[in-house]
């Protein structure tokens, strides 16, 4: 079992940039494949971005492709989303998730293959 905390929100203006970051709980952190998913309010969660245990393989939706950055410092059992560029509409709540997988090559983009769940960090971002 793996507890995930997330940190970094806040209110940021158009085209500034924040990093959220997941911290999980436990010692067996690459073993999981991490993922972003984010809820605007009155709308369902979606996939941000996505990474392997190992951290080499990533995968981002395209609405954020090339202005947000997935990655991971297993030592520290942290994952980071990297956000750049923000638009009013990446107003969300932020969502880190976990999913232990036998391959540390597997990225998980589906929201419902996540067995484990943040709490959430809301980012604003004012026009």
């Known amino acids: 079992q793996v507890q995930l905390v997330e940190s970094g929100g806040g209110l940021v203006q158009a085209g500034g940039s924040l990093r959220l970051s997941c911290e999980a709980s436990?010692?067996?952190?690459?073993?999981?494949?991490m993922g972003w998913f984010r809820q605007a309010p009155g709308k369902d969660r979606e996939f941000v971005a996505a990474?392997?245990?190992?951290?080499?393989?990533?995968s981002y939706a395209d609405s954020v492709k090339g202005r947000f950055t997935i990655s991971r410092d297993n030592a520290k059992n942290t994952v980071y989303l990297h956000m750049n560029g923000l638009e009013p509409e990446d107003t969300a709540d932020y969502y880190c998730?976990?999913?232990?997988?036998?391959?540390?090559?597997?990225?998980?983009?589906?929201?419902?293959?996540?067995?484990?769940w943040g709490q959430g960090t809301q980012v604003t971002v004012s026009s």
């Open positions: 990474i392997s245990g190992s951290g080499g393989y990533t």
């Open positions: 998730a976990a999913e232990p997988t036998l391959y540390t090559t597997i990225v998980v983009r589906t929201e419902s293959a996540y067995d484990y």
């Open positions: 436990g010692r067996t952190f690459s073993r999981y494949a």
